[in-house]
């Protein structure tokens, strides 16, 4: 299973990978979420 780390920055959140390596940016933590579910679909 992958981990992901958030970091809200400046009013929005930024996700980062197990490696520390920045993926995408929402504009809240549900959003954000909901993308790693989405990225996590497409990878399977």
Do not use: P
Not at 16 to 26: E, H, I, N
Not at 33 to 41: D, I, S
């Amino acid at each position: 299973m992958a981990m992901y780390s958030m970091q809200y920055v400046q009013g929005h959140v930024q996700v980062y990978d197990q490696k520390g390596r920045f993926l995408f940016s929402a504009d809240t933590e549900r959003e954000a979420r909901e993308e790693l579910e989405t990225l996590a679909e497409s990878a399977s």
